[in-house]
């Protein structure tokens, strides 16, 4: 094994650089596919604006188990919208398995990425399922996801998924007061048992549903 190669095995965070484009996905993509990145624990590919087919390699490449011990992973800032589905079917493709696909994962930012309410729909079910059991954050931010959403994540929380989470982020999205008034009543259920911190819109910095419940549960709440 060379040098080279035993380094990158050995790597556990990879930041890609600003420049990072199409192509460097795709030869990313390679690499996880081959195993060279089998230890990585960071995937940063933050800001990058790239849509969903130049993503596609590295989605499928996390879609077929290649990092196995990734932590944290951030795709924000980039244009995957639904593609975000891709990776939902292929985690809910291998449930359910002991080893399932990105079964360490902690953190997931997916924020300005143009997800819809469909994709966090079908994350959501993937994760009910069991897909992503230590899921502990979760930012959806500035995505183009509503009430729906919202629906979705409280309905499922309810029902026992995202027992971990700590962290979940739904700052400038277009969530009504209704949406909010949702995720109150979710809170006061026993959704999100370990929610400690919750990102909304700041449009709803005076809604006094949302803050009797963050403040009965003892979650910080953050307007943005």
């Known amino acids: 094994m060379s040098a080279a190669?035993?380094?990158?095995?050995?790597?556990?965070?990879?930041?890609?650089?600003?420049?990072?484009?199409a192509a460097d996905a795709s030869s990313l993509a390679q690499l996880m596919g081959s195993g060279s990145l089998g230890g990585l624990?960071?995937?940063?590919?933050?800001?990058?604006?790239?849509?969903?087919?130049?993503?596609?390699p590295v989605v499928d490449a996390?879609?077929?188990?290649?990092?196995?011990?990734?932590?944290?992973?951030?795709?924000?800032?980039n244009k995957l919208g639904d593609g975000i589905e891709q990776l939902a079917a292929a985690l809910k493709a291998q449930m359910p398995r002991i080893n399932c696909v990105l079964g360490s994962l902690e953190s997931l930012h997916t924020a300005t990425n143009e997800l819809t309410n469909d994709g966090v729909i079908a994350l959501t079910s993937a994760l009910a399922l069991g897909a992503l059991p230590w899921l502990?954050?979760?930012?959806?931010g500035g995505n183009k996801i509503d009430?729906?959403?919202?629906?979705?994540?409280?309905?499922?929380?309810?029902?026992?998924?995202?027992?971990?989470?700590?962290g979940l982020g739904l700052d400038n999205v277009g969530i009504?007061?209704?949406?909010?008034?949702?995720?109150?009543?979710?809170?006061?259920?026993?959704?999100?048992?370990s929610l400690r911190r919750l990102s909304l819109t700041r449009l709803h910095?005076?809604?006094?549903?949302?803050?009797?419940?963050?403040?009965?549960?003892?979650?910080?709440?953050?307007?943005?």
């Open 62 to 77: 996390l879609g077929d188990g290649a990092l196995p011990w990734l932590r944290h992973l951030n795709i924000g800032g």
């Open 205 to 224: 910095e005076q809604h006094a549903d949302i803050k009797a419940a963050a403040e009965e549960r003892r979650v910080h709440l953050g307007f943005y």
């Open 176 to 193: 009504t007061a209704d949406g909010v008034t949702t995720m109150a009543a979710g809170l006061r259920d026993g959704a999100f048992p």
């Open 147 to 166: 009430d729906r959403a919202v629906e979705s994540l409280v309905e499922s929380g309810s029902a026992g998924t995202f027992k971990t989470l700590e």
């Open 5 to 21: 190669s035993s380094s990158l095995r050995s790597a556990t965070n990879v930041y890609s650089p600003e420049t990072f484009t």
């Open 136 to 140: 502990k954050v979760l930012g959806l």
């Open 41 to 56: 624990e960071r995937l940063d590919l933050s800001g990058k604006k790239l849509g969903a087919e130049a993503l596609r």
